[in-house]
């Protein structure tokens, strides 16, 4: 009979590696290395692109796959070493337009613009309805964050960009951001790609899909493929959805993404895959936090 762990895996999900703030986390450079020598340990390490493919190595260990959401330059800073030592492969999905304009995606703008102000509130106008935050401390502003974050989630990409624009001036905040925010540049993207780093889409803009007209996700998709193949000279198979949860895509987005010649897409949603899995609804598990005991058991628990 065989093994039932050849049949699962897990993949995991990982955005910021190295600096970090309450406003901008990220995971420490030393963690993420104690989580690789873990993975490589316990776990059969392959590529997202392969894991449909029949096995060729024959390990009895249950397979992980490691992935990188956005395109943050941390990851070729900090990740990125730690992958090479190790001859690990990886995937990235990168957020095209802010790849091409090296500009942080819109949820971590939305964030820096609150950490910067001096401003002790701010009122955001969503859908006739007026809603106040207090910035007075640390922890109001982190509340703040969080909540913004979630209003501008949840409306048309449109009024969302008009809105973060807004956010900006009624805080007289700019854009100068921290290094931490860099985006990962065409050439650092090349280098990883000559080391077992592969590169996926993540949209043009950053939108939740389902929040779009079916030309607008199409748009996003095929856009973000073509500028990501252009650049690379190489074809794009993979796909994570943003925010990624149930609400966040569909039928139709899924058909859209296999008829733009996407293979694989990967969700947020928490869980373990098996070869039964729609390659168009992989499940990840979060890697935050500083406790490798916690980590083994996240892991563990997706099994």
């Known amino acids: 009979m065989r093994n039932n762990k050849q049949n699962r895996f897990i993949v995991l999900m990982y955005h910021k590696v190295?600096?970090?703030?309450?406003?901008?986390?990220?995971?420490?450079?030393?963690?993420f290395r104690r989580q690789i020598s873990f993975l490589k340990r316990f776990y059969d390490i392959v590529s997202l692109e392969d894991i449909f493919s029949p096995s060729s190595n024959?390990?009895?260990?249950?397979?992980a796959i490691i992935t990188f959401d956005d395109g943050y330059k941390s990851i070729f800073k900090h990740a990125y070493p730690v992958?090479?030592?190790?001859n690990i492969p990886a995937t990235v999905f990168l957020?095209?337009?802010s790849i091409e304009k090296n500009t942080p995606i819109w949820p971590d703008l939305a964030s820096h613009y609150i950490q910067v102000t001096k401003e002790k509130s701010v009122d955001l106008e969503v859908k006739n309805?007026?809603?106040s935050f207090s910035?007075?401390?640390?922890?109001?502003?982190?509340?703040?964050?969080?909540?913004?974050?979630?209003l501008l989630k949840r409306v048309p990409n449109d009024e969302r960009v008009v809105l973060l624009h807004k956010l900006k001036y009624d805080l007289e905040a700019d854009d100068n951001v921290e290094d931490e925010l860099s985006m990962l540049s065409w050439d650092e993207i090349r280098e990883m790609s000559k080391n077992r780093i592969s590169f996926g889409g993540h949209t043009l803009s950053h939108p939740i899909l389902s929040n779009l007209s079916l030309q607008e996700a199409r748009n996003e998709l095929v856009e973000s493929k073509r500028i990501i193949e252009d650049r690379l000279n190489v074809?794009?198979?993979?796909?994570?959805?943003?925010?990624g949860q149930k609400d966040d895509f569909n039928d139709g987005i899924k058909n859209m993404l296999a008829e733009s010649g996407y293979k694989v897409a990967c969700t947020t949603i928490f869980g373990k895959n098996n070869k039964n899995t729609n390659?168009?609804?992989?499940r990840r598990i979060y890697t935050s936090g500083n406790s490798l005991l916690k980590f083994a058991w996240r892991l563990r628990k997706a099994q």
């Not at 992958?83 to 190790?86: A, P, S, V, W």
């Not at 074809?235 to 925010?243: D, E, G, I, L, R």
């Open 18 to 31: 190295g600096g970090g703030s309450d406003f901008l986390p990220a995971l420490d450079t030393k963690i």
């Open 58 to 63: 024959g390990s009895r260990k249950t397979k």
């Open 83 to 86: 992958l090479k030592k190790y």
């Open 95 to 97: 957020t095209a337009n």
């Open 129 to 131: 309805s007026k809603v």
């Open 135 to 150: 910035l007075d401390s640390i922890e109001d502003k982190i509340k703040a964050v969080n909540e913004i974050k979630d």
């Open 235 to 243: 074809p794009v198979y993979s796909f994570a959805y943003p925010n």
């Open 279 to 282: 390659p168009l609804e992989i």
